[in-house]
């Protein structure tokens, strides 16, 4: 067996079934969004097997996006949970063949309690299709399964059609990336909504030198920070930045070391950044210039210094 050719087939048939899926984002999918968007309630995302597992999938990627869903497995529904509806609240329900038992048992009950009812289904003549208010189709050609059994090609429509929902909503309701924060506050992708450049220098050192600070003084103050930087303040301004880089530049071509004083050797007009920007933004623009370090300031004033090391240990980088 050719197991990269046969890894390739199985990508090339799953690109066909979502390419196929354009074909089906039609007036009852726009007509699905604006009763979503429009609804008081939450949605119920409900299917049996590998649907139930899709269900879910998509009930999260509402949730992270703005839009409240709660998934509800199909055949625990009809022993209880389907007291989990409520009165304003829209069901979807998953199912390639639409003919499930769960879903025949289940769809009567929903309907009576007068909820909003959209199939998504890859069977537009199904008991499900039939009983739903709204259809989004997801039909394919084949599974990507040689015995056209395994569910491959229908759950990655049914997954990619649910992403086209959730990511719908999200612009009508004209999701920011600071609504995300509030929803994603851990991990390296919180941070990099919420964390900013103040909450990086709260435990780093202050090093600062004067222009006309002896080059043996530098040296020090470089030395007793693990920052590897100093800024050159005059006035309350900072006028320069003197990293190791620079010092060793220094000791490879300077004569009478003993003479030079900061200014010799700082970099003028350093790269600077608000204490209230966000920590990607540090990165961004020390990634732009190439940079290790890059200057704080509050109010226009030296509050501290950010490494790079600084947005690596916070999971920025």
Known sequence: MDIQSNAIEV???ELLAIEKLKNFIDADFEKAIEIIHQSQGRVIVTGIGKSALISQKIVATLNSTGTPAIFMHAADAIHGDLGMIQTNDIVICISKSGHSSEIKVLLPLIKRGGNILIAMTGNKDSFLAKEADIILRTD??????PFNLAPTAS?????????AIAICLLKLKSFD?????KFHPGGALGKKLYLKVNDLIKNNALPIVKSTSNVRIVLEIITSNRLGATAVIDSEKVVGIITDGDIRRMLMHAEALEQKQAKDIMSSSPVCISADAYAIEAYQIMKKHAINHIVVLNDGKYSGMVHIQDLINEGIV
């Open 177 to 181: 990336p600071k609504d995300f924060a």
């Open 140 to 145: 394919i050609d084949k599974e990507a399964c």
């Open 11 to 13: 990508i090339e048939s």
């Open 155 to 163: 759950s990655t429509s049914q997954i990619v059609m649910g992403d």
